[in-house]
T-cell receptor, first 112, second 118 residues
Framework: SQQGEEDPQALSIQEGENATMNCSYKTSINNLQWYRQNSGRGLVHLILIRSNEREKHSGRLRVTLDTSKKSSSLLITASRAADTASYFCATFRGTGFQKLVFGTGTRLLVSP | DAGVIQSPRHEVTEMGQEVTLRCKPISGHNSLFWYRQTMMRGLELLIYFNNNVPIDDSGMPEDRFSAKMPNASFSTLKIQPSEPRDSAVYFC????????????????FGPGTRLTVT
């Protein structure tokens, strides 16, 4: 099963609106990452937040982390049509070798 | 930098045929990953190389799958014989800073190879 479960599975908004995506995970983490995947392309790393951080910003992106609830959120402010993509959270898990495990993703559609 | 390069971008083959996917990681990166993405199972790690050595191959589905990394600038993923259920998008990713115990934080993905087995 996926370590991270994003919700909603799909989100449709208008340009200029904010988009919020959530990720829940099950085990303790050292950090959590968010990636973007445009249609037909590979994933692109967006931002990493460490377990001792509660919030992090990068441009129009804002990520929060609540380790007590085992959840994270990704906020994209003032969305643009170019933000249309799937967004995945990813965490490390495993005994011995720690591998990056991706969630199920949120498909974001931003209409002009 | 050209980024991670994968070839071919698309591959259509018949069941039973051998398929070889190729990857050139970003120069200077010491970690290489092969992933498979499907609608049903999402993105799965197949194998992880660190300094050209396979570290974790627990995600390789079965013996029909094999991967090699003969040098720091080239890796292959081979499926022999291929089956329709192998149809998926296969991604190669590379990164710097990984170790034998943990894959590194930021991974750089190639554009993927879309494999269709009929």
């Amino acid at each position: 099963s996926q370590q991270g479960e994003e919700d909603p599975q799909a989100l449709s908004i208008q340009e200029g609106e904010n988009a919020t995506m959530n990720c829940s995970y099950k085990t303790s983490i050292n950090n959590l990452q968010w990636y973007r995947q445009n249609s037909g392309r590979g994933l692109v790393h967006l931002i990493l937040i460490r377990s001792n951080e509660r919030e992090k910003h990068s441009g129009r992106l804002r990520v929060t982390l609540d380790t007590s609830k085992k959840s994270s959120s990704l906020l994209i402010t003032a969305s643009r049509a170019a933000d249309t993509a799937s967004y995945f959270c990813a965490t490390f898990r495993g005994t011995g070798f720690q591998k990056l495990v991706f969630g199920t993703g949120t498909r974001l559609l931003v209409s002009p | 930098d050209a980024g991670v390069i994968q070839s071919p971008r698309h591959e259509v083959t018949e069941m039973g045929q051998e398929v070889t996917l190729r990857c050139k990681p970003i120069s200077g990166h010491n970690s290489l990953f092969w992933y498979r993405q499907t609608m049903m199972r999402g993105l799965e790690l197949l194998i992880y190389f660190n300094n050209n050595v396979p570290i974790d191959d627990s995600g390789m589905p079965e013996d029909r799958f094999s991967a090699k990394m003969p040098n720091a600038s080239f890796s292959t993923l081979k499926i022999q014989p291929s089956e329709p259920r192998d149809s998926a998008v296969y991604f190669c990713a590379s990164s710097v800073g990984g170790t034998r115990l943990v894959s590194s934080y930021e991974q750089y993905f190639g554009p993927g190879t879309r494999l269709t087995v009929t």
